[in-house]
């Protein structure tokens, strides 16, 4: 069975995790391989809605196997109470395993993370202040406690006392707060390795033996290409690696175990936080899509900025990504819409162009140029079939589908499981 890596290929909050979800009924393994609990899936099943920030969306199907791979950063504070939180609903979670090898989130990180943003003043990145970044600034820098390192209190306390040293200084001399308390980070990670001791594993053997076994396995992203840290809109991006390369490296997996990658994209654009976003819309329409979709942020409540779709970014996501099949989902939050545009073009000191430009400052000067389509102003999220979707809604798709170079596979109209189109199969 092949593995099928699944990529958020916009800003992220593409509903990833409704598409893990789905699949997961016939897998046997979900590896959630980056970010950390800065990243947030909403999931509506069977067992209602749920919120997810660190446990992969396949924990709701009763064969997967469950994987936190190395990529991730925890909290483990917000891992536990998001164990319990699914415990308390009926939610089994002895399936779900830790790397032993995914770095932590300390409570330095989350400070150092707040201290930061608020030095920055008006060019604040739009960080979710969780620690995130300056966990895997660590994790680079050598300077990362690791969650097996939970296994062993002496080299816990090792690491603590070389690191939290350097730390305290950086919090009492340049920011002038109060140090943080050896023996009371210890205690308290020592508490947190003894509650979730049975979760953390060598998970990369689990993975081979299960490959090994030719069971399917789902690789389930976290945020955007577009907020990847060398292809994104740097420095506006987040701190891991969002694409399929980030899936081989944040699962422990070799590349030529891969066999397909969904590239999740909404029927438009949405983005979370500061940085450039070319299709932005600050009027009715944006505010519109806004309230349609609730878009607010899983994990902050912040709304999204709403936009068109992009589909010079998606070009450009698809060719970092190699994206063999493509998932469009909330096309019913399109369904009011008389108009619909899809930007094909940027307009850049008066030049056009039709690449994504590196450099911020490019991008934030970039127009879009426009094609418009009409839209079917009727309702989309009863229909299972596509030959039942409104010849301009399925006009819509195939335009999206010629624009990307990527054939549509799925297309969602709605939250739920059942409210998805099986437009071509994905295996």
């Excluded at 598409?19 to 046997?28: G, I, N, P, S, T």
């Excluded at 190395?70 to 699914?86: C, F, K, Y």
């Excluded at 003894?194 to 396995?217: D, G, Q, S």
């Excluded at 596979?409 to 437009?423: A, D, F, M, S, Y």
């Amino acid at each position: 069975m092949p593995v099928i890596a699944v990529i958020g290929a916009q800003w992220g909050d593409e509903g990833k995790g409704k598409v893990v979800d789905l699949l997961a009924q016939k897998a046997r393994v979900v590896v959630r391989f980056s970010g950390g609990d800065n990243a947030g899936h909403t999931v509506v099943n069977p067992y209602g809605e749920f919120r997810l920030h660190l446990i992969p969306s396949g924990i709701f199907s009763s064969q997967v196997v469950c994987i936190i791979g190395n990529g991730v950063v925890i909290n483990p504070a917000v891992l536990i109470d998001e164990i319990d939180q699914l415990n308390q609903r009926g939610v089994d979670t002895s399936r779900l395993f830790i790397s032993d090898r995914a770095n932590l989130v300390m409570p330095y990180h989350i400070l150092l993370d707040g201290l930061e943003e608020e030095s920055r003043a008006g060019k604040a990145l739009g960080t979710t202040r969780r620690g995130i970044g300056p966990a895997f600034a660590d994790k680079v820098a050598r300077l990362g406690i690791r969650t097996g390192d939970l296994l062993d209190k002496e080299v816990l306390m090792e690491r603590l006392r070389l690191i939290l040293d350097g730390k305290n200084i950086i919090l009492t001399k340049i920011y002038g707060v109060s140090p943080l308390s050896l023996d009371e980070v210890y205690s308290q990670y020592c508490q947190y390795g003894e509650r979730l001791a049975p979760y953390i594993r060598e998970t990369t053997i689990m993975l081979e033996e299960a490959l090994n076994r030719e069971e399917l396995v789902l690789l389930e992203g976290a945020q955007g290409a577009l907020l990847d840290p060398d292809f994104g809109t740097y420095p506006y991006t987040t701190s891991s690696s969002p694409l399929v390369g980030g899936g081989c490296v944040g699962a422990g997996l070799g590349p030529t175990r891969i066999s397909r990658i969904l590239g999740v994209f909404k029927a438009y654009c949405t983005r979370v936080g500061s940085g450039p976003m070319p299709t932005e819309l600050k009027d009715e329409t944006g505010d519109l899509i806004r309230e349609r979709a609730h878009e607010y942020g899983t994990t902050t409540g912040r709304p999204r900025r709403c936009g068109w779709f992009d589909a010079v970014a998606a070009r450009f996501s698809t060719r970092i990504n190699g994206f063999t099949g493509a998932v469009i989902t909330r096309l019913d939050i399109l369904d009011a819409l008389p108009r619909l545009k899809v930007c094909v073009g940027y307009e850049l000191d008066g030049k056009t162009i039709n690449y994504f430009p590196s450099s911020v400052a490019a991008l934030d000067k970039c127009q879009p140029i426009y094609e418009e389509l009409p839209g079917w102003q009727a309702p989309t999220n009863h229909i299972r079939d596509y030959e039942q979707l409104p010849v301009e809604a399925r006009q819509y798709i195939a335009r999206l589908e010629e624009l990307t170079s990527c054939p549509v596979n799925l297309i969602c109209v709605g939250p739920e499981r059942e409210q998805t189109i099986h437009k071509m199969p994905i295996l």
